[in-house]
Nanobody, 119 residues
Framework: VQLQASGGGLVQAGGSLRLSCAAS????????MGWYRQVPGKQREWVAT???????NYADSAKGRFTISRDDAKNTVYLQMNSLKPGDTAVYYC??????????????WGQGTLVTVSS
């Protein structure tokens, strides 16, 4: 199983970006999916998660500006980021809890995609 993240880039403050993360491989089911971010020299921090039932949760820093969604037909999770601030600059990682069969469930991470917000 692999997670492939994309959509990062350079954007001016106040702009928007949409991150995508597609899971591929031998997948039985996908449970919770989420996004985290990390600034060099700091710990990775949670941004948002979405359950298999569609329930969402956001870090305070993301509430009102970011929207997480998923397309189960495509095994893909998205993060729509609006009103971006320089403080949002980080490498964004996707995360998913994936079952490869009825008994084995593992947490997977994507490779990260860099988001840079200029002032």
């Amino acid at each position: 199983v692999q997670l492939q993240a994309s959509g990062g880039g350079l954007v001016q403050a106040g702009g928007s970006l949409r991150l995508s993360c597609a899971a591929s491989g031998s997948i039985f089911s996908i449970n919770t999916m989420g996004w985290y971010r990390q600034v060099p020299g700091k710990q990775r921090e949670w941004v948002a998660t979405i359950t298999s039932g569609g329930s969402t949760n956001y870090a305070d820093s993301a509430k009102g500006r970011f929207t997480i969604s998923r397309d189960d037909a495509k095994n893909t999770v998205y993060l729509q980021m609006n009103s971006l601030k320089p403080g949002d600059t980080a490498v964004y990682y996707c995360n998913a809890i994936i079952s490869v069969n009825v008994v084995l469930t593992t947490q997977y991470w994507g490779q990260g995609t860099l988001v840079t917000v200029s002032s």
